[in-house]
C-alpha cells in the first residue's frame, strides 16, 4: 500500500491537513474513528465517499508517522 496516492497535505484545504484525496475528510478523523473502535464499515457507513483502500492508506500512513523520522508529503499546488 502506497499511501501517498491516496493521501494529500493541500494548504487551502483543512488548514493543510493530512486528507484524502478529493476531499475534506482528515486522515486524523480516520485515526480517532478507528482508535474509538468503530468498524471500517461503520466508518464507510459515515463516509460514504471513502473506501476501503482509503482506510488502508490512513493506517500505513499512522505507521510511517509512528517510525518517529522526518515523512515528506507532497504539497498539492
Do not use: F
Not at 484524502?20 to 475528510?25: A, D, E, L, S
Not at 474509538?36 to 460514504?48: C, F, V
Not at 500505513?60 to 508529503?73: D, G
Amino acid at each position: 500500500m502506497n499511501w501517498r496516492e491516496r493521501i494529500t497535505v493541500d494548504p487551502k484545504i483543512c488548514h493543510g491537513k493530512a486528507c484524502i484525496k478529493g476531499t475534506r475528510i482528515m486522515a486524523s478523523v480516520i485515526l480517532d474513528n478507528l482508535a474509538a473502535g468503530l468498524s471500517q464499515k461503520e466508518i464507510l457507513d459515515s463516509y460514504p465517499t471513502l473506501g476501503v483502500d482509503d482506510i488502508q492508506a490512513v493506517m500505513a500512513y499512522a505507521a510511517e508517522l509512528a517510525r518517529e523520522r522526518v515523512v515528506l508529503t507532497s504539497i498539492a499546488a
